[in-house]
């Protein structure tokens, strides 16, 4: 069982480049999530998947899209990055509420430059 | 939307003393609250997590404690260890509709000193 998975680890990429950050979970939940991580801010919510087929955005969406590929999986896609996307990126999974509760489960990170 | 206040930002014990993180929110509607430890480099890992409908839960050195009038919960970790050493995250969240979307307060680091 690996839990949640994320792919790069790590990636450097120039003003205007394009990139998609892949997340896959093995553990058959249906919500997804994708948060960035910037110094003193905690984690913020960028996009969000409640079930298979549906995303909604979070708190910080723009310049992003996401893509639920399937239960298992859920990409987020920076079309033209920018400086200020700079950030460690997390992807997370919880199971339904009725079981166990609303646990979050992180991947490993990608930490993703822009210069 | 939910906002969530973290303190202290830094906190430094002596290995064997209590820490105590506080945590304020501002949505009478969050009914889960959980603590994440997040170690250099690493991601957050959770470490323990309460409900509404209860006002404190323990295991084993940690324990977290909820005032819902007031809006507010606490980490207390008792009989500190150098491995406890990370930086601590709270969150809030609302049921429902709201799919389990956490809001993070910004984190404490915390050094324990052997």
């Known amino acids: 069982n690996a839990g949640v998975t994320q792919t790069p680890k790590f990636q450097v990429l120039k003003t205007g480049q394009s990139m998609t950050l892949q997340c896959a979970q093995d553990m058959n939940h249906n919500s997804m999530y994708w948060y960035r991580q910037d110094p003193g801010m905690g984690l913020r919510l960028i996009y969000y998947s409640a079930s298979e087929g549906t995303t909604d955005k979070g708190e910080v969406p723009n310049g992003y899209n996401v893509s639920r590929l399937n239960k298992r999986e859920f990409s987020l896609r920076l079309e033209s990055a920018a400086p200020s996307q700079t950030s460690v990126y997390f992807c997370a999974s919880r199971g339904d509420a009725g079981r166990g509760g609303n646990k979050q489960y992180f991947g490993p990170g990608t930490r993703l430059t822009v210069t | ?114």
């Open chain 2, 1 to 114: 939307g939910e906002n969530v206040e973290q303190h202290p930002s830094t906190l430094s014990v002596q290995e064997g003393d209590s820490a105590v993180i506080k945590c304020t929110y501002s949505d009478s509607a969050s009914n889960y609250f959980p603590w994440y430890k997040q170690e250099l480099g690493k991601r957050p890992q959770l470490i323990i997590d309460i409900r509404s409908n209860v006002g404190e839960k323990k295991d084993q050195r940690i324990a977290v404690t909820l005032n819902k009038t007031a809006k507010h919960f606490s980490l207390h970790i008792t009989e500190t260890q150098p491995e406890d050493s990370a930086v601590y995250f709270c969150a809030a969240s609302r049921g429902g509709t709201s799919y389990g979307k956490l809001t993070f307060g910004q984190g404490t680091i915390l050094t324990v000193h052997p």
